[in-house]
């Protein structure tokens, strides 16, 4: 059911969510409207104002009881995350300490400084510059991490003022709203500051995109549907955050410790089934290092087990039907048509997709030219160094990874590569490639962690 200014309101319509790895129902979600949006946007905004004047340890202190009564149903949570989105347990593990994390800094944040004193401009002058809440935010959240993908935008947008209007995906409804709205609810928000509509995404999801009661849309999800709301938004002027895919590389150099490039590429493309959008679709190789590469990859994804996430396998089932078909008759078939070979896997069993090794791959196939978001590692070999950066660049990415014995070398490479984020000698490491520097140059986090979080985007200042 929907949580609409502080109150559980039920649908007259519903659908089933299911359990991936079984199919067993485990529950049901809203079929939202676009009444539905209206009214929790108008309890959004009615809410905003008392909700920005709270001080700041106000709000910390709801965000910390959103935190623990969702730490009380710690271990439910992760059983639930493996439930609905089919992933493995240390997957879900990882999910639901991520939202409770963003929330304990976003807690923090709420108590830190607020603005700066600015030189001033004439001699005598004070000058202030103050954050100040947006307004209200419509967050709409992917399937694939629902916990920690909403608490990276609802977290810090409740901490500087915000009131929220989330829309979970139709996937993951109940972990990825329910859920938080429950605990929004026992940590005693005051109505209308967090509101969950559930619904398809052609209905509820669209109304809210459209919303012009927002202040702010945030997004997360496929480039084909982050490119038409901004094309929307943009009609409107009305303002939007976008976290969108990318067709990922994984370059693997010829001094390369290739059984290292061959552990770290299991963890880069095949986590979660490889259905993230910091998940490494291509692999790129140097054409002296590529057979002893092939082989390693090879050996290590044959031992590599399928089924249930209860059963202590490490792949779990994929998201969907429409994901599995996506992931075979669009990706693997048709670049098998156009000359690659399938080395291993490229079968699968209802959801259950055996992790795939393609070689022979070109820059003409889907498998290199489109985001995968499934347990593929399409390997394409390069002659040059300068031709690997070449067939790296000009495709949209968030991560990239590269591997040479000379950490150098590596660094120069990575310093070349255009991606939010480049590892040299490890795997994805989740230092934020979400969080960019705005304006005009590209913010690159390579192999280091990253320091102390700046005020994000839900301020004016």
């Known amino acids: 059911m929907h949580y609409i200014d502080g109150a559980f309101v039920p649908a007259v319509h519903t659908a089933p969510v299911r359990e991936k790895a079984t199919g067993a129902e ?63 347990r240390a997957k879900a593990v990882d999910e639901v300490s991520a939202g409770l994390k963003q929330l304990a800094i976003s807690a923090v ?3 830190g400084t607020a603005g700066d004193v600015l030189q001033p401009y004439k001699a005598g002058k004070l000058s202030l510059s103050r954050a100040v809440p947006l307004g209200v935010l419509g967050i709409i959240t992917p399937w694939n991490y629902p916990v920690n993908l909403a608490m990276r935008a609802v977290a810090p947008g409740l901490a500087f003022g915000n009131t929220i209007v989330l829309k979970p995906a139709e996937l993951t409804p109940i972990i990825g709203g329910q859920v938080l709205a429950e605990a929004a609810d026992a940590a005693g928000l005051p109505p209308g500051v967090f509101n969950v509509v559930e619904g398809d995404g052609p209905e509820a999801g669209h109304a809210l995109a ?23 938004a943009a009609r409107d ?24 490039a061959a552990s770290c590429a ?48 490490d792949l779990g089932p994929l998201i969907s039907e429409t994901q599995r078909d996506r992931v075979h008759e669009r990706i693997v078939l048709p670049s098998v048509a156009k000359g690659a070979s399938v080395v291993t896997g490229g079968t699968y069993d209802g959801l259950f997709y055996r992790p795939t090794v393609l070689t022979g791959v070109t820059p003409d196939m889907p498998a290199f030219a489109e985001e995968i978001f499934g347990p593929v590692l399409p ?47 490890d ?10 520097m705005p304006g005009f140059t590209r913010r690159q986090w390579i192999g280091v962690q990253r320091g102390p979080l700046d005020l994000p985007g839900w301020t004016r200042r």
Not at 268 to 288: K, N, P
Not at 388 to 405: C, K, W
């Open 26 to 88: 485990i529950g049901r979600y809203a079929l939202g409207t676009a009444a539905d949006v209206d009214r929790a946007v108008e309890a959004a905004r009615r809410a905003q104002p008392g909700w920005a004047a709270l001080g700041a340890p106000e709000r910390a202190a709801h965000l910390t009881a959103f935190a623990d009564h969702l730490r009380s149903r710690y271990d439910e949570l992760v059983e639930l995350s493996m439930r609905e989105t089919g992933g493995v």
């Open 109 to 111: 944040e709420a108590c």
């Open 210 to 232: 459209e919303h012009r009661g927002l202040d702010l849309l945030d997004f997360t999800g496929s480039r084909e549907v982050g490119t038409a709301i901004a094309l929307s």
């Open 237 to 260: 002027l009305r303002p939007v955050r976008l976290e969108l895919g990318g067709s990922n590389a994984f370059v693997v150099l010829d001094d390369a410790d290739v059984e290292l």
């Open 266 to 313: 299991l963890i880069a493309s095949l986590e979660f089934q490889g259905q993230t959008c910091i998940s490494a679709s291509r692999h790129i190789v140097l054409e002296s290092a590529a057979d002893a590469y092939v082989a390693a990859l090879t050996r290590k994804v044959e031992a590599l087990t399928v089924g249930n996430p209860f059963d202590g396998v």
């Open 379 to 425: 390997v394409t070999v390069a002659a040059t160094e300068e031709e690997a950066i070449g067939l790296v660049n000009g495709y949209p990415m968030l991560m990239n990874s590269v591997f040479s014995r000379d950490l150098m070398r590596g660094l120069a490479v990575a310093e070349r590569l255009q991606a939010g984020e480049v590892h040299v000698n």
């Open 427 to 436: 795997a994805h490491a989740r230092h934020g490639a979400e969080n960019q």
